[in-house]
């Protein structure tokens, strides 16, 4: 499976009218203000963050105030309109596998992105992220998971459309975030009950230190 899948659903996405809310596919998928919430308990006005996949600006637009500076990182023009021109948030449009950062951040968020790589490249990503982070930087992932396996998901019957989304099992993936080197990781049961509808996947945030 590559990327290339959700590349192109997202491409066609772009090409359609769009709202903030457009990115969450469904409207019973923005939980973007618990994420919110997540995010300040750990946030820092001494602080830079650097938002993976920002999106329309639906978790970065509302925490500009709870750090020193915000980096979104988004490959999409067309989401990237609904971030706000704000002094303390910059953005920049680069393909996450492909972006190359020139400075070190104290936390680094994926919200919602990763299920979109498939194995070899989240393991890619997840080293990019090592790297970008300052020594004792934090690593807020959330995404869905795998309850008792990976699951991964080629087209969707919901959607009518093709599609790609690889819910790697929780604990794998924490042994892949060990194994590139991140530490001390926490992981949350960040959303109410019915959120999580299907049997076999699940949400959570993890939190992984680097050392």
Known sequence: MKNSA????????????????????LNTNDHSHLDIEFIKKLADSNKTLIDLGAGTGLIANFITKEFKHIT?????????????NDSKLSLIHANL?????????????????????NETESFLLYKKVYELLETKG????KQQFGVEKTKTVTYSEELQ??????YRELHSE??????????????TDIYPKEANRFDDTHFYALVAHKK
């Open 97 to 117: 596998l492909e972006f190359e950062p020139t400075e070190k951040f104290d936390i680094a968020i994926m919200f919602g992105v990763a299920h979109y790589f």
């Open 161 to 166: 459309s093709d599609y790609f989304a690889q």
């Open 6 to 25: 959700s590349l192109n659903f997202y491409t066609k996405m772009a090409r359609k009218p769009l709202t903030q809310q457009s990115v969450k596919i």
């Open 174 to 187: 924490i042994a892949r975030l060990e194994e590139i080197g991140f530490t001390d990781i926490e992981y």
């Open 72 to 84: 979104a990182v988004e490959y999409f023009e067309e989401f990237s309109k609904f971030i706000i």
């Open 138 to 141: 934090i690593f807020i992932l």
